[in-house]
């Protein structure tokens, strides 16, 4: 469970350092290891 806890204080600290919300945070997190996952199936 303190994984889940250190990831959320971690996306919390790059919300308030940068302009962007928590879901906007996760959003791109989410489209950037999904275009990574893309890339490396159309590599095979």
């Known amino acids: 469970m303190s994984n889940l806890k250190d990831i959320k204080s ?3 600290k790059c919300a308030n350092d ?3 919300t928590e879901l906007q945070i996760v ?9 990574k996952k893309v ?3 159309l590599k095979l």
Do not use: R, V
């Not at 959003?27 to 275009?35: R, S």
């Open 10 to 12: 971690e996306i919390e």
């Open 18 to 20: 940068s302009n962007l």
């Open 27 to 35: 959003a791109k997190l989410e489209k950037h290891y999904f275009d």
């Open 39 to 41: 890339n490396e199936n």
